[in-house]
């Protein structure tokens, strides 16, 4: 999590908060990445009296009670809350997706949607009861995914039914996100059952409706071993947003990615002086452009801001007068050039003073 300076539209500064949820969301903590809703609480309390939230999702879900609380959280929450997709928000991440007014989804980015699910053991009557908690949980679901999209309980019912997996246009033709962005450079990676995206693994054995992309993809590696006895791991296209290119993709590479990604965010953190907060948040979160190109578009705002306040200036000196000042004949001879120059700038001082210009 981290905090920024903005300016909005009315020119007025804020701060911004960041956040993400890269891993399990769970009530428990047991893993350095898993999200809980007490954890989460004290971060967002933690980022302060922020005006706009952007939360990072990368997650395959987890215990979907957690995820609703968190949902409930940042619904409640007075920010305006800009979710990003940065690779996946499956299962309870997508619940927890589904409070942001603004949802972006790079084009190789996917959601996907399904029933509750648990483990239990016990007899007839507690398998009857805990049925009965899973359509409740259920109904707690659709309340989240009919708030965002608008789709009819019916619709939402056989979605859920049917495992529904969307890709970036087809959860904006839904209305489960807002607005498309260009796809992520981190790398996308399979092998056996698993799948990795921007340092994140995904087992994909426990899903009964993937997409055919990455059942076509495991099929024709065959899930097959190398001769070293590690399974493969091949660049995948998500979807066909960018053609692929290149060999194979390592966990190295992921992690390469990765790394590169929150070093362009800290880099463009420290470019963040005054007066270019609007042009450091858009190249973190819209364009994606590197340091050296935000800073080059800062240099040249400044220039900008520079060469207009040189003219507000010659138009006040013009206005003044000042610029037609002469020497005066008093009487007992003409005024010195010195006395002009001292006149002039308490002119310009006074001029200043009124611009509010230090």
């Known amino acids: 999590m981290k905090t920024a300076k903005a300016r909005n539209d009315a020119g007025e500064d804020i701060i911004v908060g960041e956040i993400q949820i890269y891993g399990y969301i769970t009530e428990d903590s047991w893993w350095e990445d898993d999200i809980t809703p007490k954890s989460f609480l004290e971060e967002l309390k933690a980022l302060g009296d922020i005006k706009t939230l952007h939360v990072h999702i990368n997650s395959y879900g987890g ?12 619904k409640q929450h007075q920010a305006n809350v800009v979710v990003h997709i940065d690779g996946f928000a499956l299962s309870a991440a997508s619940v927890v997706a589904m409070a942001g ?55 939402l019912i056989q979605m859920l039914d049917d495992e529904t997996w969307f890709t970036a246009d087809e959860a904006i033709e839904k209305g489960f996100a807002d607005v498309a962005a260009a796809p992520l450079m981190a790398a996308a990676s399979v092998r056996p059952g698993v799948l990795a995206m921007g340092g994140v693994e995904f087992d994909l054995t426990g899903y009964r409706n993937l997409p055919e992309s990455l059942k076509k993809e495991m ?20 979807t066909s947003a960018e053609p692929q290119t290149g060999g194979a993709g390592t966990r190295d590479e992921i992690s390469s990615a990765v790394k590169a990604e929150r070093e362009r965010i800290k880099a463009l953190d420290e470019l963040n002086i005054p007066g270019a907060e609007v042009i450091i948040a858009r190249a973190k979160y819209e364009t994606g452009v590197s340091p050296e190109q935000a800073a080059v578009e800062i240099i040249k ?48 001082e006074a001029i200043e003073k009124g611009r509010d210009v230090k």
């Open 101 to 155: 007014d603004t949802v972006i989804m790079p084009g190789n980015s996917m959601m996907m949607i399904h029933n509750p699910m648990i483990r239990i053991r016990g007899d007839a009557g507690d398998l009857r009861k805990e049925a009965d908690v899973l359509d409740k949980i259920r109904d707690s679901m659709i309340a989240a995914y009919n708030d965002k999209t608008g789709l009819p309980r019916d619709e």
């Open 301 to 348: 705002a400044h220039k900008i801001a520079g060469i207009a306040a040189f003219k507000d200036r010659l138009a006040d000196a013009d206005a003044s007068g000042v610029n037609n000042l002469a020497a005066v004949n008093n009487g007992t001879g003409f005024e010195k050039s010195a006395d002009i120059d001292k006149k002039a700038k308490a002119l310009k």
């Open 219 to 238: 099929e024709e590696k065959n899930l097959k071993d190398d001769e070293t006895g590690t399974p493969p791991v091949q660049n995948i296209p998500i």
């Open 63 to 74: 215990d979907v009670s957690a995820g609703s609380a968190v949902y409930s959280i940042l």
